[in-house]
Nanobody, 112 residues
Framework: QVRLVESGGGLVQPGGSLRLSCAGS????????MDWYRQAPGKERELVGL???????NYRDSVKGRFTISRDNAKNTMYLQMDSLKPEDTAIYYC??????WGQGTQVTVSS
């Protein structure tokens, strides 16, 4: 019943930008903290950042100043705006809601 679907991934050059979306259904979207995670090949899944129900955000140090998380509760959607992308940002990006529901992931590849 609960479903989170990521979209917007793709191939981009270093220094470029992408915007990821996480669309939710089957939940009261507005009441939950939402997170973005990523996992690179051979690496642990790591928290990229989060946004609370009140709109407060937090980010890991390596993406501060480059990534911005936002949400539109009327559209049941969370966004991850990624600017100044680096090759080390290459990973599968996952959406999580309410500390328990996961999307399927979307691939981001940063390469010349």
């Amino acid at each position: 019943q609960v479903r989170l679907v990521e979209s917007g991934g793709g191939l981009v050059q270093p220094g470029g930008s992408l915007r990821l979306s996480c669309a939710g259904s089957g939940i009261i979207f507005s009441v939950y903290t939402m997170d973005w995670y990523r996992q690179a090949p051979g690496k642990e899944r790591e928290l990229v950042g989060l946004i609370t129900s009140g709109g407060s955000t937090n980010y890991r140090d390596s993406v501060k100043g480059r990534f911005t998380i936002s949400r539109d509760n009327a559209k049941n959607t969370m966004y991850l705006q990624m600017d100044s992308l680096k090759p080390e940002d290459t990973a599968i990006y996952y959406c999580r809601g309410g500390q328990q529901w996961w999307g399927q992931g979307t691939q981001v590849t940063v390469s010349s």
